[in-house]
């Protein structure tokens, strides 16, 4: 039996295609602001501006950032065949983005008091991926 096979019948596992320059770009040090005007359509890089503008305490610019890399990881899934729910597996790398922007968004939609949208965003993210709820949680 494989790792994501569903014993319940449900949709298969969606798993994005690999996109490593962004990837490769933010590992080797360049700014996630200059990645995403680069390359628009990653997710890794909107959540990796949610996570820095977080930190660095600025709440709404990274709500802002995580959404950007939500919807741009929606279009994504959709573009791969994924139908609104089932699982986007963490253990897939290219996942990671949409994943990390999803947590981002539940985070900062908590940290402004959008508590419908942090529950919301949580039980997505924990539907989507347990091993990414549990990582990132």
Not at 18 to 46: C, F, I, N
Not at 57 to 73: C, K, L
Not at 104 to 117: D, N, T
Request: proline share 9%; glycine share 10%.
């Amino acid at each position: 039996m494989g790792i994501h096979e569903n014993l319940l019948g449900g949709p298969p596992p969606t798993e994005l295609p690999d996109d490593p320059q962004p990837r490769e770009l933010l590992a080797g040090g360049t700014p996630p602001t200059e990645v995403a005007a680069k390359y628009p359509t990653s997710s890794l890089a909107w959540a990796q501006l949610a996570d820095e503008a977080f930190e660095a305490g600025r709440v709404v610019e990274s709500y802002a950032y995580a959404r950007t890399g939500y919807h741009r990881g929606l279009d994504a899934l959709r573009r791969a065949g994924w139908k609104g729910h089932g699982p986007v597996p963490w253990e897939h790398e290219p996942n990671r983005g949409f994943l990390r922007a999803l947590h981002g968004l539940a985070r900062a939609a908590q940290a402004i008091g959008e508590s419908e949208e942090h529950q919301r965003c949580t039980q997505f993210l924990k539907d989507s991926s347990p091993a990414a709820a549990q990582t990132l949680g």
